[in-house]
């Protein structure tokens, strides 16, 4: 059974909570995540979209590229959540920002093609070049 996570920004103006499992989890390395969370990688975890609500305060949105929007706390500039453009099913939540991260463990990195060669992660979970899998359409929809 799923207990709901709660999180929020650095200065604790944005809050939110996440009431049902997430779709999947992992580290990712592309250069976009890199630049805006200015760290070599960046771990989230995808939850369905209406799982997902604002408990307080409110997030900005910055469309990153045409394929997708990432939302910020606009005092603290805390990046919490990363969404498609386009018909969102789903929304990946940064681990960091949640009250308990160790609750969500990432099962994949993606993106290794754009890996920082002086970081590595020490550990066995799948590595892929590109995009890991999608997640499956049963699980999107739930």
Known sequence: MFEPLEGGCLCGRVRYRVTEAPL???????????????APLQVSAEFPLDAFELTRGALKAYRSSPEAVRHFC??????????????PTYVSVN??????????????HSWCESRI?????????PRH??????????RRSR
Do not use: K, N
């Open 129 to 138: 070049e590109r995009a890991g899998p999608p997640i499956e359409p049963e």
């Open 74 to 87: 606009a005092d603290c500039g805390s990046q919490i959540t990363f969404r498609m453009a386009e018909d």
């Open 24 to 38: 999947d989890s992992g580290y990712c390395h592309c250069r976009m995540c890199q630049r805006s969370s200015g």
């Open 117 to 125: 060669p002086w970081f590595e992660v020490a550990d066995d979970l």
């Open 95 to 108: 681990l960091g920002s949640l009250d308990r991260p160790e609750a969500v463990a990432p099962r994949m």
